[in-house]
């Protein structure tokens, strides 16, 4: 799996909703994400690995929490880790919108 950061991040993506689908017939929830771009020389491919969650989580999150995790995304954006669009969706979920 090749590509920039953001790439790879949306294809484990991808692959978590397939898993959360097959077997609990949820989606799956980005919790959190990281990544490195390319490097030149030894080991110089991008690499993301993501934290994710299948469905709504069992506790409803605290404006704290919310903020805490909006800043982190945020972060992501930022570092080009998360495309704007998928900054922008995950927003949504975290303001209920």
Do not use: H, W
């Amino acid at each position: 799996m090749f590509g920039t950061t953001a790439k790879i991040i949306e294809n484990l993506m991808e692959e978590a909703n397939e898993f959360c689908q097959e077997k609990f017939s949820k989606q799956a929830v980005l919790t959190s994400s990281r990544g490195e771009e390319a490097r030149m020389g030894f080991g110089g491919n991008p690499t993301g690995s993501i934290e994710f969650r299948c469905g709504q989580s069992e506790k409803p999150s605290s404006a704290s929490e919310n903020l805490d995790t909006l800043m982190k995304l945020k972060s992501l954006l930022d570092s080009g880790a998360i495309t704007q669009e998928e900054y922008d969706v995950q927003k949504k979920k975290l303001l209920g919108e």
